[in-house]
């Protein structure tokens, strides 16, 4: 197993299943374009074999399916149970939601006990401004079945200044009233962010969201796990009680580089070990190599990607988040 000199080593694997999208959100896409699937993604098997791969040579123990948008690929429904039988202690996926209704029954029989989520606002025009696709009730309907199904869910939202910022209280509203955890995620300098004066008119930081959510709810810091990205908080009522939980992945005001257990598989076949580097370390071809010639390449990559972590803040890449589904 890799182990670097901050003692940092995988454990967390993100597969991209596609880089399709049917979304093209302002913050992530820059032109407005929707996202194509690429010409060599990986197929079902090859990105099974990968996981399974990864487990032995990298340990890892959990695992997030992302994308694009995971759930507009017909390789979902396999891969999600091909993983399941892996022998991974957590399973779950991210989804903008519009699709999700339809996948219940499928996430039911899976066993998937946990879904994330991405909604930016529980405003229709706004919702369609910033998403550029996609239908607000679908994703709430997703939402709903989830919960009547014993599906926990959290809900990632992205507050941007010129765009969602009132939605901070809504959006809390309307989690904590299911029992949602909401997760603020401070905009990323990634992809056409990266260097653009966009990011600076619209980024809201951790000390902002909290003053927004102070005026109207008591909150106090509260424990998350020791390689979590969140910084987390409980919510109380009036008489100290804890009503909910939020939490804040502050990349820039508390930035999480030195505990980071993650790596990332992209949809055509190619190892990230930091969202802020551009470097990428590619696999496909050992994915459909005899398992010697792929546990020695594996290795190799993994080194690669390992040197890639930042450490000690998130400076940011030319890498688009849809890539390699955040
Ligand atoms: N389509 C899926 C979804 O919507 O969850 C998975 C892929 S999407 C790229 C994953 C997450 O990245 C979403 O929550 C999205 O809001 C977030 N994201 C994309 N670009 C971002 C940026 N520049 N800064 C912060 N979050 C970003």
């Not at 109380?236 to 939490?247: K, L, N, P, R």
Request: proline share 3%.
């Amino acid at each position: 197993m890799i182990v670097d000199r901050f003692g940092r080593r995988f454990r967390n694997l993100r597969v991209s299943l596609t880089a399709a999208c049917n979304y093209a959100c302002t913050y992530c896409v820059p032109n407005g374009k929707r996202l194509m699937r690429a010409r060599d993604e990986l197929s079902v098997e090859e990105l099974l074999r990968g996981v399974e791969l990864l487990m032995e040579v990298a340990g890892i123990e959990k695992l997030r399916i992302t994308g694009g948008e995971p759930l507009v690929t017909p390789k979902f429904d396999g891969f999600l149970e091909g993983v399941m039988g892996m022998g991974l202690n957590d399973v779950s996926f991210t989804t903008n939601g519009q699709l999700l209704a339809g996948k219940v029954p499928l996430l039911a029989r899976c066993g998937i006990e946990r879904v994330n989520v991405s909604l930016d606002t529980l405003h229709q025009d706004r919702f369609r401004q910033i998403a550029r696709g996609g239908d607000l009730d679908a994703v709430l309907t997703g939402i709903e079945r989830c919960l009547d199904a014993g599906i926990r869910v959290k809900l990632n939202m992205v507050p941007l200044k010129t765009g969602n910022a009132d939605q901070v209280l809504p959006m809390l509203a309307y989690a904590l009233e299911r029992g949602i955890e909401l997760r603020f995620i401070e905009l990323m300098r990634m992809g056409h962010l990266a260097h653009s004066a966009a990011f600076e008119r619209d980024f809201l930081g951790m000390e902002d969201i909290l003053a927004v959510i102070g005026s109207h709810y008591r909150y106090s810091r509260t424990d998350a796990a020791w390689d979590s990205t969140a910084v987390r908080f409980d919510v109380h009522s009036e008489d100290e009680g804890v009503v909910g939980q939020f939490g804040v992945i502050a990349n820039e005001s508390e930035p999480f580089c030195a505990t980071c257990t993650r790596l990332r598989l992209s949809a055509d076949g190619h190892l990230h070990g930091c969202l802020s580097s551009s470097n990428r370390h590619p696999i496909a071809d050992l994915l459909r190599a005899p398992r010697e010639e792929a546990v020695a390449g594996l290795e190799h990559a993994l080194y690669g990607a390992m040197a890639d972590k930042q450490s000690v803040a998130f400076s940011g890449g030319a890498t688009v988040m849809k890539l390699i589904g955040g």
